[in-house]
């Protein structure tokens, strides 16, 4: 199975993306699913995570700002952000949650300008 996160982009502070992942294989709708990011120098980290049936966890840092979202038809898990700071700046992952390790793909990269 390849996860391939893909909407990245540059955005001015303040601005809004959407992000898209997509499984080439069947993952399975019973696994809860996660988007990550990492920014430059620092460790991956988690950003938000969905069960199969939609409930939802968010960091504190982007909280109220992004959205998660899944359709188990489609096998596709979404990341909505709005309110996009410089610190969102970051290459995006998705991945089950917890990560299964040879689920990363190359992410995509969100670009903040302040």
């Known amino acids: 199975v390849q996860l391939q996160a893909s909407g990245g982009g540059l955005v001015q502070a303040g601005g809004s993306l959407r992000l898209s992942c997509a499984a080439s294989g069947n993952i399975g709708s019973e696994y809860r699913m996660g988007w990550y990011r990492q920014a430059p120098g620092k460790q991956r980290e988690l950003v938000a995570h969905i069960s199969s049936g939609g409930t939802t966890y968010y960091a504190e840092s982007v909280r109220d700002r992004f959205t998660i979202s899944r359709d188990n038809a489609r096998n596709t898990v979404s990341l909505q952000m709005s309110s996009l700071k410089p610190e969102d700046t970051a290459v995006y992952y998705c991945?089950?949650?917890?990560?299964?390790?040879?689920?990363w793909g190359q992410g995509t990269q969100v670009t903040v300008s302040s």
């Open positions: 991945n089950t949650f917890p990560p299964t390790a040879n689920y």
